[in-house]
């Protein structure tokens, strides 16, 4: 498959030209479908490999993420810190390895350094730590503290007259955190419109079924009430995302939450839905029947 990573990467004859390439991708559907499954099969052979990880809300939102940094983001590789990046903020750290592999297959690091997950001294820890790993925006750990850091950025760049724009990945047990709701009026109270937020709505949680743990029905309807401009889509559709992050990105006045309806364990039959892979690793023998299945 042939995803283009960069803008004329031929045409490239120093250091200074190459990072002024701003990453760029025309994949097909067709490609994108197949870059979804090659993240899977990083995803699993990593966590397995690591013996300890997140399988099950990382694979849950594959296309969100790929969508967003092949399709959608302005940014740079070569380059993590251009002041001019779009910023991604993965709220649910634990799904850090999807971001990891994402980044990877964008360029920031090697695909190789993936087995390094959670080995000392490894630069892929168990949650994001953006004084390690290039192209992390947040170090992550606690649930509930995305929104409000993504928030921070996003004002940021309004008074420093930048344009930039703040991508947040929230999951939604992670939105029974009351923190989440305090960013959530923050933010339209500021009319933070440079900002949106994607919940990976796949409605499981370490515990169990979000309705069950703690029912936060009418969601839609609570971001609504918050200010929020509410789009709702299908979380493993790549044209529904692709028009809702287009749309996100026009609306004026208010901040803006895409909805993703999603499977937890998306790819994997003996994981989706199932919570018991929320946060245990497959063994080598499901790590073989999972890359069977994704092959």
């Not at 993936?114 to 730590?129: E, I, N, P, V, W």
């Not at 895409?258 to 937890?264: E, L, S, Y």
């Amino acid at each position: 498959m042939a995803l283009p990573k960069r803008m004329n990467p031929s045409s490239v004859t120093s250091a200074a030209k190459h990072k002024a390439e701003v990453f760029s991708s025309s994949a097909s559907l067709k490609e994108m479908e197949a870059l979804a499954r090659r993240i899977r099969r990083h995803i699993v052979t990593m966590i397995g490999k690591a013996g300890s990880g997140h399988p099950g809300g990382s694979l849950s939102a594959v296309e969100i993420v790929s969508t967003l940094y092949f399709r959608i983001l302005k940014h740079k590789p070569q380059d993590p810190q251009w002041a001019d990046r779009d910023r991604f903020i993965l709220s649910k750290g634990h799904a850090a390895p999807l971001l990891y592999t994402v980044l990877a297959e964008c360029g920031y690091f090697p695909v190789a350094e993936l087995a390094t997950l959670r080995q000392l001294d490894s630069r892929l820890q168990g949650h994001t730590d953006r004084n390690l790993t290039p192209g992390v925006e947040m170090s992550a750990g606690a649930l509930g503290q995305g929104l409000s850091f993504a928030i921070g950025v996003a004002l940021a760049g309004r008074l420093n007259a930048q344009s930039y724009h703040v991508y947040v990945l929230l999951g939604d047990g992670e939105c029974n955190e009351g923190q989440v709701w305090e960013a959530a009026m923050a933010a339209a109270h500021f009319k933070v419109d440079n900002l949106t937020a994607i919940v990976d709505r796949n409605r499981l949680q370490l515990d169990g079924w979000c309705c069950e743990v703690m029912d936060s029905e009418p969601f839609a309807q609570k971001w609504r009430f918050f200010g929020w401009q509410v789009i709702e889509v299908n979380g493993h559709d790549f044209t529904q995302l692709g028009r809702a992050f287009s749309r996100a990105r026009k609306i004026k006045g208010k901040p803006t939450v895409i909805i993703a309806h999603t499977t937890k364990g998306k790819g994997v039959s003996f994981m989706e839905n199932n919570p018991d892979f929320h946060g245990k690793a497959p063994t080598a023998e499901e790590v073989e029947m999972a890359l069977r299945e994704l092959a």
